[in-house]
C-alpha cells in the first residue's frame, strides 16, 4: 500500500501583537496631526480605556513608539510627540518578555555593555547641566520610592537619560529598543527590593554613578552600576535594577 501523502500545510501569517497594533494607530494619528510634535498622549490607563485592551498592551505600544523616536516618555510628564516619521515603526516579537533564561542573561550582557559604554562617555563629557539632570532624576526616583510601578518608570527614565548623555544616538536608540524586555523584568526586581527593604540601597547605587560622573571619576561611576545591578540579581528573581 502507498504511503500516504500528508496534507499541505500552510504557515500561518504572523499577527502583530495588540502593542504593535495599538503603536500603530497611534503612530497614524501622529501622522495625520491628530497628535502634534509637543503634545502629549492621553494617559496610559486612558489609552487602555479607549482601544479597549490592557494597560500592558498600551505599555508596550509606547516603548514601540518610544524605540522607533516618535514620542518621548517621562515619568512625571507623560508621553509626549516628539517628531512625527514617514515609516511605521517596526515591531519584533522579542521586544515583549524575555522567553527564558538563557536570552534573559543575553539581555544583561547587552545591557552591561551599552551601560558601560554610556558611562565611559558621560564620565568624559558630560556638562554640569547633564550631571544636573541626571539628579533630578534620581530624584524623581526617590520621590516614588512607595509606589514600585512608578519607581521603575522613573529608573527606567535615568538610562535612557544617561545614554542620551553619552552623546552617541544609535547607543540611545539601542537601549530604547530593548526597554520593553528591560521593564517586564525591572518590575519584578523593584518589588523584590521594596519587599526586602532593598530599595533605597537600590536607589543609593544610582547616587553614586553619578556622583562618579560628575568628578570625572569612571572607575566610581561604574562601580555604582555594577553594585545596582548585583544587589538587584541578589534580590530580585530574574530582576534588574
Known sequence: MPARTPPAIR???????????????LQGMINDGTFKPGDRLPGQRELAQQFGTSLAGVREAISVLTAAGLVDARPGRGTVVSSVGGAAPTFDGWLGAVGDEQEFEELMQARRILEAFSISQATALATPAQVARLREAVGAMGAQMHNPDAYAEADMHFHLLLAEVAGNRVVTRLMRAIQRPMMEQL?????????????????????????GIERRDLEAAQRGFDDMLAISLAFGARGQG
Open 11 to 25: 504557515p500561518l501569517q504572523k499577527r502583530p501583537s495588540i502593542g504593535a497594533d495599538i503603536a500603530a494607530r
Open 187 to 211: 518590575r519584578r526586581s523593584i518589588a523584590h527590593l521594596k519587599a526586602g527593604g532593598q530599595l533605597e540601597e537600590n536607589l543609593a547605587t544610582h547616587g553614586r554613578i553619578v556622583d
